[in-house]
C-alpha cells in the first residue's frame, strides 16, 4: 500500500476520515449557499464555524477562542465582522467584568431561525436520497462514532 502511495502522489487514500470531511464540506456549503439565498449576504463557512461554537444565550469570547483552537486575533476579527453586520454584540460579562460575552442580536436570531429552517431541509433530502433505513443508520452510527471519539479523550 505505501509503496502504491509512494509511486501515485496523486492518489488519496479512501478512508472513513476523507468521506466525513467531504460530506462535511459539502453540507457546509449547501447550507452557506442556503443562508444567502435566504437573505444573509453575511453568512460565509468561516463565520458559520464560529457561530456554530457560539451558544444560543451567548458564550464568553475566551470560551469561544478555545473551542474553535484558533488564534485569538482570528476569533477577533470574525466576531468584529459579526459585529459590523449586527448579528453579535460583546457585552461585558456579568460574572466577571474582565471579560467579554458574545450573544446574538435579534438580527442574528431570525438568521438562526433561517438556518434551523435551512438545516431540516438539507436533512430532509438526505433522508429522502438514502431512504428512511439508511438515514436512520447514518444518524445512529455518526452519534455511536461521536461516543467513541469522546470516550478516548
Keep these: 500500500m505505501v509503496k502504491g502511495l509512494d ?28 443562508m444567502r439565498a435566504a437573505g444573509h449576504p453575511w453568512f460565509t463557512e468561516a463565520r458559520a464555524t464560529l457561530l456554530g461554537h457560539l451558544s444560543r444565550a451567548g458564550s464568553r469570547q475566551s470560551a469561544l ?12 476579527q470574525l466576531l468584529d465582522g459579526l459585529e459590523q453586520e449586527g448579528i453579535v454584540e460583546r457585552v461585558a460579562d456579568p460574572r466577571d467584568a474582565r471579560g467579554k460575552l458574545v450573544r446574538y442580536t435579534r438580527k442574528g436570531l431570525d438568521a438562526l431561525r433561517d438556518g434551523d429552517r435551512i438545516k431540516y431541509e438539507i436533512e430532509t433530502d438526505i433522508a429522502e436520497a438514502l431512504g428512511r433505513d439508511r438515514f436512520g443508520a447514518l444518524m445512529d452510527g455518526l452519534a455511536a462514532m461521536h461516543e467513541v471519539s469522546e470516550s478516548d479523550s
Excluded at 7 to 34: I, K, M, S, T, Y
Excluded at 65 to 76: D, F, H, N, P
Aim: aromatic share 12%; no cysteine; charged share 25%.
Design 65 to 76: 477562542i478555545e473551542r474553535m483552537g484558533i488564534s485569538k486575533q482570528a476569533v477577533q
Design 7 to 34: 509511486e501515485n502522489p496523486d492518489f488519496l487514500l479512501d478512508h472513513v476520515g476523507w468521506r466525513l470531511w467531504r460530506a462535511n464540506r459539502a453540507w457546509q456549503a449547501r447550507f452557506a449557499a442556503g
